[in-house]
């Protein structure tokens, strides 16, 4: 996935990973994904999703804002015979066309939150790899997978607020990563900002900046790359809402997510102020716990 970049008031960012193969693999089997059938991908990248429902007998294209990667696409599109419509935009210009059969998307949360009242207007099927689609019912689920045969069911959300007290993440050092959060939120302005301590570290995105009712609304964080060891932390400011305290460790132990509670919360912002940081994740874990 990639998405162009944007001022603060950003709808989007550039942020781009490759699908596992096996994950799109089951995407495209509850799509139905075969002849007869039009795949856009939003946010193409290198083209493999193009490659993979080509395959298939489907017929593919892609939008993708990186030039470099439209190149690629393009390139490992005609080293395989396909002839696909790959092209540079912006998924959010109107003058983009974002009509298919199937959509297939591989945007995190927020930035699909932000597209999604163009997607609805299509009346597509959506396949998205990893992430939910913010107040949206999936109609079948395989794995990493999702199916959504849009407009859509929408999902209840609960009373307006956060689900815990604050967020810890193990995160990968030295390269950007993402986290995905969602709240419940009763409707209104949405403007969303971190406090220094976490701004040093992530870059915060909403699914919005304005929710005309109350529903969920997500927020993404990503991560700039910091060494091996690098604990820090800090609170998201979100209008309507409670701020979310959200901590990070960058650790080449295993990536992973912990809900933390009020005492969780404090344990780690005492451990902030430590002139010794925690640098392992037995040592935040231990400091979450006091």
């Avoid at 999703?49 to 490992?76: I, P, Y």
């Avoid at 909403?206 to 993404?220: I, N, P, R, T």
């Amino acid at each position: 996935m990639a998405s162009p970049d944007t001022a603060d008031t950003a709808r989007t960012w550039p942020f781009w990973a490759p699908s596992q193969a096996e994950a799109v693999e089951a995407a495209l089997d509850l799509a139905g994904i075969g002849p007869g059938v039009h795949l856009l991908d939003l946010g193409c990248g290198d083209g493999q999703v193009l490659l993979a429902a080509a395959r298939r007998g489907a017929t593919v294209s892609g939008v993708e804002a990186d030039a470099d990667l439209v190149a690629e696409a393009k390139e490992h599109l005609a080293d395989a015979g396909v002839d696909a419509d790959v092209r540079q935009g912006d998924l959010f210009d109107p003058a983009v066309d974002v009509g298919a059969d199937v959509l297939f998307s591989y945007l995190a949360p927020a930035t699909l939150q932000r597209l999604l009242p163009r997607i609805l207007e299509t009346g597509a099927r959506l396949v998205t790899v990893d992430f939910d689609v913010p107040g949206l019912v999936p109609a079948k689920r395989s794995g990493a997978a999702r199916l959504y045969r849009l407009p859509g069911r929408r999902r209840a959300v609960g009373r307006p607020g956060w689900p815990t007290a604050g967020t810890l993440v193990a995160t990968v050092p030295d390269v950007q990563s993402l986290s995905c959060l969602e709240a419940a939120h009763p409707g209104g302005p949405t403007l969303v900002r971190a406090d220094d301590g976490l701004a040093a570290v992530a870059t915060v995105l909403s699914g919005a900046d304005h929710l005309e009712e109350a529903g969920a609304l997500a927020v993404d964080l990503r991560w700039e790359g910091q060494p091996a060891g690098t604990f820090a932390g800090g609170a998201i400011h979100v209008e309507g809402l409670e701020d979310h305290h959200v901590f990070v460790l960058h650790t080449d132990e295993e990536e992973s997510v912990w809900e933390l509670s009020a005492d969780g919360v404090a344990g780690l912002r005492q451990a902030l102020l430590a002139t010794d940081r925690p640098s392992t994740v037995d040592e935040v874990l231990a400091a979450a716990n006091r």
